[in-house]
């Protein structure tokens, strides 16, 4: 069945085969009637969980919402295919691997993204997760018929058990009307838990273990099943099917001189005026500083649907109107939405340029539900303000102070970012003694700090686990383990000390609270898994607790390890006799432990 051109699609199972795709909502798999004969090895659960400790195992739970292959012990599963066809397309969707877990997914059936267990891999290759994976020949040398594999950028990846989150945006092969390839089909991108590990990769054909060696206009989306166990939710489809519109009959006018508001022009006569094949700032003739250029056209349209247009212009101002309607927008943007029917409809641009020290830059972009979207002007324009990135990589352990700003949550202003060539870093708070955010990748971007008069802070590079986006003191005196955790530091005579550098330069951040002196320490954990804090106490009062975790869930694992929030990382105590106590508190879950002298556990993600 071919997907409706422009339907922001999602799995929903359980009716009839016209209706197994749903435009513009999030429904969960309630059944397996949207794929082609799924095996006895694919099915329906509510919820997955995988141990730590054991290869290539889930266990599921009932209810639905979460599609998952269990092959059984010893034997291959069967792939899984969608009844559906597809070309272009962005999917997004979670997944969930177990310990030593290899799946893929197929993109037309054909080429495939691996999705595998890459925990604590520090140097992915094409065959790791999020990699493209390689193609094959036969007839090449041994040990050289893999070829053409991309690896991500950097691994991004997340512990087993853990929901991982991926976004894939496709361009499929384009034919000619005689059926000849005349472009190769291109991965746009890939983010993998929020970091881009691809990006305009080009797959010269299908790769190894593709369902055929021919490529197709449109395929099935195929999820490999005769490897590991994984599980899937959330699984998104937008299909761009239709054709682009086209601007025909351009002709542009140019006019000398500065333009700071809307001319006449039945009154002004243009310096220069012609025919052009699209719209450029590259034109002839045109004034190296203050000018007003005006274009006209024909914008063909052959597909009805509300097409959002987006006019950027540099050094001046902007002005769009689509079938005599204005597009709104700022000086130097227009954007906005036009319900048009198939047709022609006249077209008016604008571009004024006023000030001498920027380059001319006119793009005209369009997009819809049915057409990704593309620049319709002149692509080679100068950028507004081509800036090299600073980047600090932690090729050896790395301290950096900034602003630090959390997504979802507050700025915090005296961060201290810790990088470790292992590349797991982590982010300290010095105003609260706590942990805010760990990370695995690339350590910081240090662009929106260091470069003009910048703004103070940085940014991570790599995939981010928030601990907590609004950060309260790491101990706090509680009357009972029910009590109200602390929102600020009054009455705990609360002082940073700064840190000490150990002779490998990794810190021992020290404060005092409550009269006792406290020394946290950080180690990264064997295999690059995450992180080990070691707290030091010495002279704590006898109600002194420390808050580990906060999330909308914690739970105790079977194994006595903590899982916290929607299975976004985990927590595991040392063996040093303190019981945690998971709690609510103002609608969160807080894992709080009583301190005596010290406590230690394991961040894992």
Not at 18 to 29: D, E, G, I, K, V
Not at 99 to 126: M, T
Not at 196 to 210: A, D, H, M, W, Y
Not at 496 to 521: C, H, M, N, Q, W
Request: neutral net charge; hydrophobic residues 35%.
């Amino acid at each position: 069945m071919g997907i409706s051109p422009g339907k922001a699609l999602v799995f929903m199972m359980g009716v009839g085969c016209s209706q197994q795709l749903m435009a513009q909502q999030t429904t969960p798999l309630t059944d397996l009637s949207g794929f082609k004969q799924p095996a006895a090895n694919w099915r329906i659960a509510g919820d997955v969980n995988a141990d730590l400790q054991k290869e290539n195992t889930l266990t599921a739970t009932s209810g639905t919402g979460v599609l998952v292959n269990l092959p059984e012990k010893g034997k291959h599963g069967q792939d899984l295919y969608s009844d559906w066809q597809h070309g272009d397309l962005d999917l997004e969707l979670d997944y969930l691997v177990s310990a030593k877990s290899n799946s893929g997914i197929y993109l037309q059936g054909r080429y495939e993204i691996q999705l595998l267990d890459s925990w604590g891999v520090s140097s992915p290759r094409a065959s790791d997760n999020g990699g493209i994976y390689e193609r094959w020949d036969n007839n090449r040398p041994q040990g050289q018929q893999g070829y053409d594999g991309h690896a991500p950028r950097q691994n991004a990846s997340l512990a087993p058990g853990l929901w991982q989150h991926m976004k894939i945006a496709f361009q499929a092969p384009r034919f000619d009307a005689a059926g000849n390839k005349i472009a190769n089909a291109v991965i746009l991108k890939i983010e993998l838990n929020g970091v881009t590990i691809q990006e305009n990769v080009v797959l010269s054909g299908p790769t190894r273990g593709g369902m055929e060696n021919n490529e197709v206009a449109e395929g099935p989306l195929r999820i490999q099943g005769d490897h590991g166990t994984v599980a899937f939710r959330n699984i998104k489809i937008q299909s761009y099917n239709a054709p682009k519109p086209e601007l025909k009959n351009i002709q542009y006018a140019i006019y000398k001189g500065s333009f700071k508001e809307m001319p006449d022009f039945k009154i002004i006569r243009p310096q220069s005026m012609g025919d052009a094949t699209q719209l450029t700032s590259n034109l002839p003739g045109l004034p190296e500083n203050q000018f007003l250029v005006r274009y006209t056209g024909n914008l063909e349209i052959k597909t009805a649907g509300t097409y959002t247009f987006n006019l950027h212009t540099s050094g001046g101002g902007g002005q769009l109107k689509i079938n005599d309607q204005l597009i709104k927008g700022n000086r130097n943007d227009a954007k906005g939405n036009v319900k048009l029917a198939p047709g022609t409809y006249p077209v008016e641009a604008l571009y004024t340029k006023t000030t001498d020290w920027a380059k001319p830059s006119l793009t005209l972009s369009i997009r819809s539900a049915a057409i990704r979207e593309f620049v319709i002007s002149d692509a080679n324009v100068p950028a507004d303000d081509p800036t090299d990135p600073i980047l600090v990589t932690a090729t050896e352990n790395t301290i950096l102070r900034s602003f630090m700003d959390l997504k979802g949550g507050s700025r915090v202003v005296h961060a201290v970012s810790v990088g470790s060539p292992s590349k797991v870093h982590y982010t300290y708070d010095m105003d609260n003694a706590v942990p805010v955010q760990v990370w695995r990748g690339e350590f910081l971007n240090t662009t929106p700090m260091w470069h003009d008069r910048g703004d103070g802070s940085s940014r991570p590079l790599g995939m981010v686990r928030i601990l907590d986006n609004k950060p309260a003191m790491a101990l706090a005196r509680l009357s009972s383990a029910d009590a109200a955790w602390p929102a600020d530091t009054t009455g705990t005579g609360y002082r940073p000390k700064g840190y000490d550098l150990d002779p490998e330069g990794l810190p021992a951040f020290r404060s005092d609270i409550y009269g006792a002196a406290v020394s946290d320490t950080f180690r990264v954990l064997p295999g690059n898994t995450g992180l080990h804090r070691s707290l030091q106490v010495t002279g704590a009062p006898a109600d002194l607790y420390a808050r580990i975790a906060v999330a909308d869930n914690i739970s105790q694992l079977p194994d006595g390890t903590y899982m916290i929030g929607d299975k976004a990382w985990y927590v595991k105590m040392d063996n040093n006799g303190v019981k945690p106590v998971i709690r609510g508190q103002q609608g969160k879950m807080e894992l709080i432990v009583p301190v005596k002298t010290a406590i230690g556990y394991a961040i894992i993600f």
